[in-house]
């Protein structure tokens, strides 16, 4: 079974500063997907990033940086010069193949949420 | 632009109904997904599919039933709802089996069971 852990319930930073959210995820699967989601206060999830588990260069998108570490099974997710727009509840999810070759759902973290004050 | 869309924003029903909860796509996505959403529990998996027809269990399918008729709609049921089915639904739609593509999520439907 697949499990991930968001370990930081809600996090508090204020604006300009950087915030790095922690995941950590377990699975016995070789070929597997990470993704981040954000949900903001409207409630829908907007997708951010995926990356495979064969890929583990970091990547960098405007503000938001992720570091993939396989060795300590973590994604981590950092915003530099953190904005009020960056306040949501940040999701960590992982998906591995099935049988089939295809990809199931998603396995959640429980969720962080950042806040950002102005 | 990708559009999931679930029928109501919030519903209120009551112990023992039967409920419906719809959700449509408009990108000709193979996959489908239902979810459910609880503080300090993230989101769960409850049943997907992959085709027409076709179900698949997630992870708490237990008091649950889909239907998929048609390619763009995936309907979730609650045979009989209870207090603890209280909770906020999310819809998710991908490309297709075998694409790692993300999943698009809805704008949810927030169920109250009294």
């Known amino acids: 079974a697949q499990k991930v852990t968001q370990a930081q319930t809600e996090i508090s930073v204020v604006e300009k500063e950087d915030a790095t959210l922690d995941c950590v995820y377990e699975t016995r699967d070789t070929t597997y997907y990470l993704f981040w989601y954000k949900q903001p206060p409207s409630g829908e999830l907007v997708f951010l990033i995926r990356?495979?588990?064969?890929?583990?260069q970091n990547e960098i998108s405007g503000r938001y940086s992720w570091n993939f570490q396989k060795s300590t099974s973590s994604f981590n997710f950092t915003i530099t010069a953190s904005q009020v727009v960056d306040s949501a509840v940040y999701f960590c999810a992982l998906s591995v193949l099935n049988s089939g070759g295809g990809a199931d759902g998603l396995t959640f973290g429980k969720g962080t949420h950042l806040i950002i004050q102005p | 632009d990708v559009k999931v869309t679930q029928s109501s924003r919030y519903l209120v029903k009551r112990t023992g109904e039967k409920v419906f909860l719809e959700c449509v796509q408009d990108m000709d996505h193979e996959n489908m997904f239902w979810y459910r959403q609880d503080p300090g529990l993230g989101l769960r998996l409850i049943y997907f599919?992959?085709?027409?027809?076709?179900?698949e269990k997630g992870d708490i399918p237990e008091g649950y039933s889909v239907s998929r008729e048609k390619k763009e709609r995936f309907s979730l049921i609650l045979e009989s709802a209870s207090t603890n089915q209280t909770s906020m639904y999310l819809c998710?739609?991908?490309?297709?089996?075998?694409?790692?593509?993300?999943?698009?999520f809805g704008p949810g439907t927030r169920l109250t069971v009294l």
């Open positions: 599919s992959y085709d027409v027809k076709m179900k």
């Open positions: 998710a739609s991908s490309l297709g089996q075998g694409n790692w593509d993300e999943q698009f």
């Open positions: 990356r495979n588990s064969f890929d583990e």
